[in-house]
């Protein structure tokens, strides 16, 4: 099985050498925001320690490739899963060497995921000197490619909160807890909205809002708030200038002894965990 997905994934990286001729190619495997503004936060350094002034970036979903543009990447794709597998699959076995896998799990390369029994890694650090191999005092680059709202009039300024409520890979928080938030705003007098995607829904009592992901920041600094699940998303607005609060279920990462904000602790963000009895 693995030798038929290497055929295939072969066919695949001839097809792309084709199609972005002279270009590295730069693999962010795993579906999540997070990841890859990562991945992308730190590529910079990767590129100037390897003299590379070309590149592709291939992301799974439009999602995750909105958040490679916004580093100012001139040429990304979104791949299917099953590409994204046979792809990964050829560049391992063939061992290709203008191509680099951005992700702590890569199989059969390192096993730092394993670490995480033994020593708290918050998710930075695990892309910074993990994936990167880079010193601790790196810098992350900042995105460079954001866009304004077209609707921002509609948004009362430093009077509105944004809520996140949903995530792919964390545990929700429940519905009453929400509520209570809400209830907060709206005895304030605030526009309440609640960000969505696709066939998400807004929670009862607040507007929808369903923007691209370049243009959110410009959203959540007119409001003055955003309050949201940690996932991927509060990564994508680290750099907001407005009030940002995370909240993180009470409960461990993965099988691993450490909470969930141990991990995913944000500095630029109040973190609050939120009990699950709540």
């Not at 050498?17 to 910079?44: H, N, Q, T, W």
């Not at 921002?152 to 929700?172: E, F, Q």
């Not at 509520?179 to 607040?206: A, P, R, S």
């Not at 708030?225 to 509060?234: D, E, H, M, Q």
Request: hydrophobic share 35%.
């Amino acid at each position: 099985k693995k030798r038929a997905r290497v055929e295939i994934g072969i066919r695949l990286i001839n097809n792309k050498k084709e199609k972005y001729p002279g270009c590295y190619r730069i693999y962010c495997p795993f579906s999540a925001l997070g990841d890859v503004y990562y991945a992308m936060a730190y590529l910079p350094y990767f590129l100037e320690r390897k003299l590379i002034k070309k590149y592709v970036v291939f992301t799974i979903g439009n999602s995750c490739a909105e958040v490679a543009k916004m580093f100012g990447a001139e040429y990304v794709e979104a791949l299917s899963q099953r590409d994204m597998d046979e792809s990964i699959q050829a560049v391992l076995f063939t061992e290709y060497a203008d191509a680099y896998i951005t992700h702590h799990d890569r199989p059969y390369v390192i096993n730092l995921a394993k670490a995480l029994y033994i020593k708290k890694i918050p998710l930075e650090l695990i892309y910074k000197c993990g994936v990167y191999g880079l010193d601790i005092d790196c810098v992350p680059y900042k995105p460079v490619k954001l866009d304004s709202y077209r609707f921002l009039d509609r948004i009362i300024p430093g009077k509105a909160v944004v809520l996140s409520p949903y995530a792919k890979s964390v545990t929700n928080i429940s519905s009453e807890y929400w509520k209570k938030i809400i209830k907060y705003y709206k005895e304030k007098n605030y526009q309440i909205f609640t960000n969505v995607f696709g066939e998400e829904q807004e929670l009862e009592e607040t507007q929808r809002l369903d923007v691209k992901l370049s243009e959110l920041q410009s959203v959540v600094e007119r409001a003055g708030t955003f309050i949201g699940i940690r996932s991927g998303l509060c990564d994508v607005l680290q750099e907001a200038q407005c009030r940002k609060i995370a909240l993180y279920p009470d409960c461990c990462y993965s099988d691993t002894k450490w909470k969930m904000e141990e991990i995913y602790h944000l500095d630029s963000f109040e973190n609050l965990v939120v009990s699950q009895k709540i």
